[in-house]
């Protein structure tokens, strides 16, 4: 996607939702704001988020997935993780943001095909939108690996529509049953040509990766990286490429993930 041109424009928060139990540090909250003047946008993409409270203290926004976007207004899910997202967190009803979107590439979607979801925690926020954009929402299922209380995350939103199958690690062998089920999913699909998608953090993509490559599964990762800018001027998100990526000029080379993706070919990227 171009982002050269993309618009910037200031938004109104219409609430903020909080979900699930606070433990410590680990709040989750659904921001939503009155509608973006967007011709069109697609699951997957992002936008950066910018709250008049920020003021001189924080210069820049903060990169939120888009949960879903309808005539009246655009959710995002986020987690409290910084000073910024704390920030954030006090955000009031009919407060301004400034907002600058759509951002990146989304996911492939191929209304025929068997597709699985892959999400780890906060990696459930895209597929909202996706599950709620897709013409045939029986060709999808998902598997989803999370530490938090499930009720920390916006599953009914997906539940309604596709099944979903989740795993909570508390100890560590939770770990290795995700990592089985990872496997056996992946494998599965791969077998009939089926399409994988995938988000949530580093290790999580990481392994996917791995069992994408060694049963040669269709399969596109969101990747997580930390931006300032969104639009690719600071540099700050480079990923680096492997000899699949299309462009034989860039092949082994950094490329911006907010440009570039979020949303990569699991071939065509190195972490």
């Not at 928060?13 to 659904?30: I, T």
């Not at 895209?126 to 999808?140: Q, S, T």
Request: hydrophobic residues 40%; contains cysteine.
């Amino acid at each position: 996607m171009n982002t050269a041109n993309t618009p910037c424009c200031e938004l109104t928060v219409l609430d903020l939702v909080p979900f699930g139990q606070h433990e410590g540090n680990r709040r989750f909250f659904a921001l939503r704001l009155s509608r973006p003047d967007w011709t069109e946008w697609k699951p997957g993409q992002f936008i950066m988020v910018r709250p008049e409270s920020f003021g001189l203290e924080y210069p820049w926004g903060r990169p939120l997935g888009i949960c879903l976007i309808r005539p009246q207004h655009l959710i995002c899910f986020f987690q409290v993780v910084g000073r910024g997202t704390e920030q954030m967190s006090h955000l009031r009803t009919d407060d301004k943001v400034r907002v600058w979107g759509p951002l990146g590439n989304g996911f492939a979607m191929e209304p025929d095909t068997p597709t699985l979801l892959l999400a780890g925690g906060m990696g459930i926020a895209p597929f909202i939108g996706y599950v709620a954009e897709h013409p045939r929402a029986w060709n999808l299922t998902m598997l989803f690996g999370h530490t938090a209380p499930i009720d920390c995350y916006p599953v009914d939103s997906i539940n309604e529509r596709i099944p979903i199958d989740t795993l909570r690690e508390t100890v560590p062998g939770d770990l290795d049953n995700l990592i089985f089920s990872l496997e056996e999913r992946i494998k599965e699909y791969a077998s009939q040509n089926g399409l994988i998608l995938a988000c949530g953090h580093t290790p999580f993509l990481r392994t996917i990766q791995k069992f994408a490559s060694q049963y040669h599964a269709r399969c596109q990762l969101s990747l997580e990286n930390k931006m300032a800018c969104g639009v690719g001027g600071c540099l700050g998100c480079v990923v680096r490429t492997t000899e699949a990526w299309p462009d034989p000029a860039k092949r082994g080379a950094p490329v911006q993930c907010c440009t570039q993706g979020p949303v990569f070919w699991s071939d065509q990227v190195i972490f």
